[in-house]
């Protein structure tokens, strides 16, 4: 079994530019999660998405968007790229058997993205 | 809204000294609590959870944490710290808010002194 993976694995970006980083999730896991980690900060929750669809939002602007394939895997897209967005973006897996059960998350490597 | 705090972004210990990392949270709902360890320039790896039963939880690389809901706590300790343990550690909590949503603390960076 894989993992979580996730490409790039290291990105570098102009301001304004728009970039789209990928994960595809562990294998029998069917929902994905995007964070975003800053220098020195904890991750920060982006979306999820489930069947497709983002089922829950973090603060963030509409310039960050993605999507999910029928075959669970998913697309980080941000536009108009800020020298803040520079992060470590993290994309974490889990399986949702049933609404009411959690099963853990496991996390990719990473997509180091920095933006000049 | 949950909340997660982690008390000390930065803990020293010499080797061989108990570890404790505290972390406190918020959550209108029962939660589900997770303890994280990040190694430089990589993903999280899960130390150890607690979703039911038991409060007091056993992880990997000898660590522990307690939930005690009362306090609304679940401190992160190891008995004896080794070199090996460096690195940064972060608490996070999980709700059931119309699909389960993950926050994280502020990560807590752990030094181990020789």
């Known amino acids: 079994d894989a993992g979580v993976t996730q490409s790039p694995t290291h990105l570098i970006k102009t301001r304004g530019q728009q970039v789209t980083l990928r994960c595809s999730p562990k294998s029998g896991h069917d929902t994905v999660s995007w964070y975003q980690q800053a220098l020195g900060q904890g991750p920060q929750f982006i979306f999820q998405y489930y069947e497709e669809e983002e089922r829950q939002r973090g603060n963030f602007p509409d310039r960050f968007s993605g999507h999910q394939f029928p075959n669970y895997s998913s697309e980080l897209n941000v536009n108009a790229l800020l020298l803040g967005d520079s992060a470590l973006y993290l994309c974490a897996s889990s399986r949702a058997t049933d609404s009411r059960v959690f099963t853990e998350a496991f996390f990719g490597q990473g997509t180091r993205l920095t933006v000049v | 809204a949950q909340s997660v705090t982690q008390l000390g972004s930065h803990v020293s210990v010499s080797e061989g000294a108990l570890v404790l990392l505290r972390c406190n949270y918020s959550s209108s709902v029962p939660p589900y609590l997770f303890w994280y360890v990040q190694y430089p320039n990589q993903g999280l790896q899960l130390l150890l959870k607690y979703t039911t039963g038991a409060t007091l939880v056993k992880g990997i690389n000898g660590f522990e944490a307690e939930f005690k809901k009362s306090e609304t706590s679940f401190h992160l300790t190891k008995p004896s710290a080794h070199m090996s343990d460096a690195a940064e550690y972060f608490c996070?909590?999980?709700?059931?808010?119309?699909?389960?949503?993950?926050?994280f603390g502020a990560g807590t960076r752990l030094f181990v002194k020789a």
């Open positions: 996070a909590v999980t709700t059931n808010t119309g699909g389960f949503k993950t926050i």
